[in-house]
């Protein structure tokens, strides 16, 4: 019968479709990004033939996806591309980004690739602790990001940022944070920013009734600088006594972060004396209460630990040698225990080099 022939044919025509949308090579067989510095090995995702990279923008419906893909070097007519998309059902799945597509691969094995969003990602990560001097370095030498704020002054970026400080120190949430290739680095600061205001926020709503902190600003202040001194992350609410009882007692907070902090970046590791009698508003030997603005990116620790300090009476400390800090609450224990970690140390290490 007739209609049995052309049924058979239609069948026929169907089978070659799909066998060609899964058979015929559509991405050359030539790499178009060199393997030593691809994005592959960036995201740990190097192989053997995965070195043709395209890119889709966001937003992008699937006729602009299809021209984007012809455009990028992908051998198929953008009418196919989207006919193939859909008579594999994923028209309406296809998602932007990176890829990194096998060389030889055909139309349907991408297309379900990018429907999968198996794409490349890069990451950053803001260490706790870190400067705005840091932060920006690392952000301005990542090679994965779009860079928009390296020639940005910091009120500059603060204004892009629509942060109202007087300064971009303390701002930026440590955390790693994931990304597509070629976004922005503003991006990056934007959720590092919202991060850190969120994290503060509720640390500032978990405040004691009697902390000397008198707004948001001064606890990711305080929070900075509990940061720099803790070597041992049990010790962070008891090093938070002690400046808390500093403040109360309208003591000098006397931290040598701070001070080296007032260097400024080119600190070369050795903090001297006429650096602790020079005058800069960041010397706490010199002026009490706070310094002016953070010191360094605060963890969420340190956060909580600047509003929930231990219960101790202790005002002074001093490293261990081990991580660790020794409180005292008064000046003569204070001479003992530095006499006893620092000094005699100093000593013994002095003897054991001479000999």
Known sequence: MPWKFYGMGFALTLALFYCAIFIWPVVPSVPNLS??????????????????????????????????????????????????????LVGSQLKPGTYLLPQKASL?????????????????????????????ALLDTNPWLTHQTELMSAQELLQALNLNYDSVEGLFFPDTYVFDPEDTDLSIYRRAAQAMQKQLSNAWEQREAKTPLQSPYQLLTLASIIEKET???????????????????????????????????????????????????????????????????????????????????????????????????????????????????KTSSQTTSQH
């Open 35 to 88: 393997t030593a510095n691809s994005l592959a090995k960036a995201a740990d995702k190097v192989t053997v033939g995965t070195t043709f990279q395209i890119r889709i923008s966001p937003q992008s419906g699937l006729f602009s996806i299809a021209q984007q893909l012809a455009q990028q070097g992908v051998q198929a007519y953008p009418f196919a591309i989207m006919l193939s998309a859909r008579a594999i």
């Open 108 to 136: 349907g094995k991408i297309l379900l690739q990018i429907a999968r969003g198996d794409r490349i990602r890069a990451s950053v990560a803001i260490i706790p602790g870190m400067t705005i001097w840091q932060v920006r």
């Open 231 to 345: 070597g041992r992350s049990s010790d962070r609410t008891l090093i938070s006594a002690v400046f808390s009882n500093r403040l109360n007692l309208k003591m000098p907070l006397q931290t040598d972060p701070t001070v080296i902090y007032g260097v400024g970046p080119h600190f070369d590791g050795n903090l001297r004396k006429s650096d602790l009698r020079k005058y800069n508003p960041y010397n706490t030997y010199m002026n009490k209460g706070l310094p002016p603005t953070p010191i360094a990116m605060p963890s969420k620790e340190s956060l909580l630990a600047a509003v929930n300090p231990a219960k101790n009476d202790a005002i002074y400390f001093v490293a261990r040698g081990d991580g660790s800090s020794q409180f005292s609450k008064n000046l003569r224990d204070h001479e003992n225990a530095v006499d006893q970690f620092q000094r005699k140390r």
